[in-house]
C-alpha cells in the first residue's frame, strides 16, 4: 500500500491561481450571461484563446476589457448627453 501524502502547510498555503476561464466562468466573474460573453466576443471587445475546442478567457484579457470599458466619472451638475433619435 502506497504512502498517504499529507499537504503540508507550504502547499495549502498557496492559492491555486487560474490563468485562463471557461465562458461561463469568464461570465460569473463579470456578473453577466454566458450569450453576452458570446455577444462581446462576437463584437470583437473580448478576446478569447482557441487553443482548444472550446474558448478560455486569459484572466489578463478580462482586466484589459474592464480597463478599457470603464467609464469616465461625470464632473458635478453636468448632465449625461443624450443619445440622438436615429443613431
Same mark, same amino acid.
Given at each position: 500500500?502506497?504512502?498517504?501524502?499529507?499537504?503540508?502547510?507550504?502547499?495549502?498555503?498557496?492559492?491555486?491561481t487560474r490563468l485562463?476561464?471557461?465562458?461561463?466562468?469568464?461570465?460569473?466573474?463579470?456578473?453577466?450571461?454566458?450569450?453576452?460573453?458570446?455577444?462581446?466576443?462576437?463584437r470583437g471587445l473580448?478576446?478569447?484563446? &482557441? !487553443?482548444? &475546442?472550446?474558448?478560455?478567457? !486569459?484572466?489578463?484579457?478580462?482586466?484589459?476589457?474592464? *480597463?478599457?470599458?470603464?467609464?469616465?466619472?461625470?464632473?458635478?451638475?453636468?448632465t449625461p448627453t *443624450?443619445?440622438?433619435?436615429?443613431?
Amino acid at each position: 500500500m502506497p504512502p498517504k501524502i499529507i499537504p503540508t502547510t507550504e502547499s495549502a498555503a498557496m492559492p491555486q491561481t487560474r490563468l485562463a476561464l471557461t465562458r461561463i466562468e469568464a461570465a460569473h466573474a463579470l456578473g453577466l450571461s454566458a450569450v453576452t460573453i458570446d455577444r462581446l466576443t462576437k463584437r470583437g471587445l473580448l478576446k478569447p484563446s &482557441r !487553443a482548444i &475546442r472550446r474558448p478560455l478567457f !486569459a484572466v489578463s484579457e478580462i482586466k484589459r476589457f474592464l *480597463k478599457a470599458t470603464q467609464s469616465q466619472p461625470q464632473a458635478l451638475g453636468e448632465t449625461p448627453t *443624450k443619445l440622438r433619435a436615429g443613431k
